[in-house]
């Protein structure tokens, strides 16, 4: 496995194709991101054959617009943190931090920033009304009500 | 194979309800989802038969004697005891309760069941009305204030599919849900008074219809609509978010969203007060023809 080469998860996931995005569930996590365009293009790119100066040509094709590579790296490094790369090349940003490298890339780039939307999928039981109940009944296995809400019965009430 | 701790709970739990002498049983399929309730006292399984309606409004099929995949096992002390019990298949729900003090807390598990279970549809929590043939969707959770919401659209003339579960098919399509509108606010402690749709002056959807409109709110006090339009990720991103079956059936869930987002308009604003809200989004959607 060639390290520099990013490499986009693509195990135990499902993908839906959204136009101009992505949506991504983590079925191992049960956690649904939702990719803009730009994050969208570098994980689908992400293939493990492909360094970061090959992405950002295909992004300048693609957009066409110019691409800073550090626009790349942004990207992978979210998308690494969201845990959504296998492999995801080293990088430090030439020790800069990450508010400075995205305020940088942001006032160069016309393309937009990498966003990763993403939320933690909901059990049944949280998704659903408390039923008038009183806060403190119980309504689930460790679960009780909270100002309409079923939540842990090991969370403050709010 | 190793047996674990939560095995041997099951295993127990199991053993205890096998002892017991269950007086009667009603087996029913709604959605897809095969449901059964069993007691040791025959009046309670009764009462489920006459408020089944309450909990489906759309109505069900009785399976009669066919194994339901989800069993609730109701084990009944004396009345008002607090030591009655409520198991599902072989995990324990409730115990040490009063029954009669908890039937809206068990209509909503059985509720809950269906729709995490289904696989032929897809429930949101969410209020859903009818506009001109095509549905309004406005997700939200406990409090949100969806009821409110809904009523008002009924008022002026939107018919009424749901106050809380939206039921959408894998074609994409809202079926009704007409549970009675469930409103707060009536009472001092603030506990849901319920209404049928007609007394309200409003008429119930009987169709399934294809979705026009996400409406992405919340309630502000000093904040008046401003509607902005959303990414389709987005609406499914905050559809995820009110989903009750999305852990259950990801593949499903999420191509459902995506058909119904498609070619829907999503929208998103903070409100102030219902009936300005609702005002607000009819004259935007009669002006735009949206």
């Given at each position: 496995m060639?390290?520099?080469?990013p ?16 949506l991504?569930?983590?079925?191992s ?53 969201d ?12 020790n ?53 809400v ?9 | ?28 399929e709604?959605?897809?989802?095969r ?31 066919t ?48 729709a ?66 469930s409103i707060?606010?009536i ?32 309630y ?21 978010e ?15 969203l ?20 609702v ?12």
């Open positions: 060639d390290t520099k080469k490499l986009a998860k693509k195990e135990n996931i499902v993908i839906q194709e959204l136009p101009d995005e992505l991504i569930y983590d079925l996590t049960d956690k649904a991101f939702c990719l803009n365009k730009t994050s969208a293009f570098v994980w689908k790119t992400s293939d493990g054959t492909k360094d970061i100066s090959v992405i950002a040509s295909l992004m300048e094709k693609e957009f066409d617009s110019p691409v800073n590579e550090d626009l790349i790296w942004l990207a992978l490094d979210q998308l690494a943190k845990d959504l790369l296998d492999v995801k090349p080293e990088n430090n940003f030439n800069l931090s990450r508010r400075e490298v995205i305020r940088r890339v942001g006032l160069a780039s016309v393309i937009a920033l990498p966003i990763v939307a993403s939320l933690v999928a909901p059990t049944a039981a949280l998704a659903v009304t408390c039923s008038g109940a009183s806060n403190g009944t119980i309504c689930g296995t460790n679960l009780v009500c909270c100002n309409g079923c939540q842990s019965i090991t969370a403050p009430c709010r | 194979m190793e047996i674990t701790q939560s095995d041997r709970v099951e295993q127990e739990i199991l053993k205890k309800l096998n002892l017991i002498e269950w007086k009667a049983q009603i087996n029913f709604a959605y897809g989802t449901v059964g309730i069993r007691s040791n006292c025959v009046k309670t399984i009764e009462n489920f038969k006459v408020i089944l309606p309450e909990i489906l409004p759309a109505g069900w099929n009785d399976l009669g004697k194994a339901p995949d989800y069993l609730f096992s109701i084990v009944r002390e004396d009345n008002h005891s607090k030591k009655d019990a409520l198991y599902k298949n072989d995990e324990v729900i409730l115990e040490e309760f009063s029954i009669e003090e908890s039937w809206a807390f068990i209509k909503s598990q059985i509720r809950i069941t269906v995490e279970f289904s696989e032929e549809y897809v429930f949101l929590h969410a209020g859903v009305v009818g506009w001109k043939g095509r549905a309004v969707i406005m997700p939200g959770k406990s409090f949100a204030g969806k009821t409110t919401l809904v009523s008002e659209f009924v008022k002026r003339g939107a018919d009424y599919y749901s106050d809380d579960l939206t039921v959408i098919d894998k074609n994409g399509y809202v079926h009704p849900f007409p549970k009675k509108l707060r606010g009472l001092e402690n603030n506990e849901q008074v319920d209404f049928e749709v007609e007394e309200l002056g409003g008429s119930r959807g009987l169709d399934p219809i294809p979705v026009g409109a996400l409406i992405l709110t919340e502000k006090k000093h904040k008046k609509p401003e509607f902005s339009r959303c990414s389709v990720g987005h609406g499914i991103m905050k559809s995820i009110n989903s009750l079956s999305v852990r259950q059936s990801p593949k499903f869930v999420i191509n459902v995506n058909k119904i987002t498609k070619d829907a308009i999503i929208l998103e604003s903070s409100r102030r007060e219902a009936k300005e809200f005002d607000f989004f009819l004259k935007l959607l009669d002006d735009s023809c949206l």
